[in-house]
């Protein structure tokens, strides 16, 4: 579970930068109104507060359930957005940046459910 929550700081942490860092270069400039800017600046430290409570988290799993739960529950809804965006809102040129975001999110997700009856499940008593 404690590598999980790496992974899912990990992609937290490229989401932040990409949002902090390369939005002129993703998003055409005609389009990055400061409206965007501002919004895509206040998602990108969000991104980071939950990359630093991911990876303290991962120290110690289990101790953390608050946070394994936050990872399922962003894993799933950016699975549902992904989606949402794919089928709806980007033309296809547009919608690899989703792509790879569905699949990585996907991936986490499915992780972080199967690991948990061994984070979480009863322990054996030593015989």
């Not at 894993?75 to 296809?92: Q, R």
């Not at 792509?99 to 984070?119: C, F, K, N, Q, Y």
């Amino acid at each position: 579970m404690g590598l999980l929550l790496r992974l899912s700081a990990l992609s937290c942490l490229l989401w932040a930068v990409a949002l902090l860092g390369f939005k002129n270069i993703a998003i055409a400039p005609d389009q990055l109104t400061p409206v965007a800017r501002a919004l895509a600046n206040g998602l990108g430290i969000a991104q980071l507060v939950l990359m630093y409570f991911f990876w303290s988290a991962s120290a110690a799993p289990a101790e953390n359930r608050v946070a394994i739960q936050a990872a399922i529950f962003l894993m799933a809804v950016k699975t549902a957005n992904d989606l949402y965006e794919i089928i709806v809102l980007l033309p296809p040129q547009e919608a690899l940046a989703s792509v790879i975001d569905l699949m990585l999110s996907v991936a986490l997700l499915v992780g972080l459910l199967e690991a948990l009856p061994r984070t979480f499940g009863p322990t054996r008593p030593v015989e």
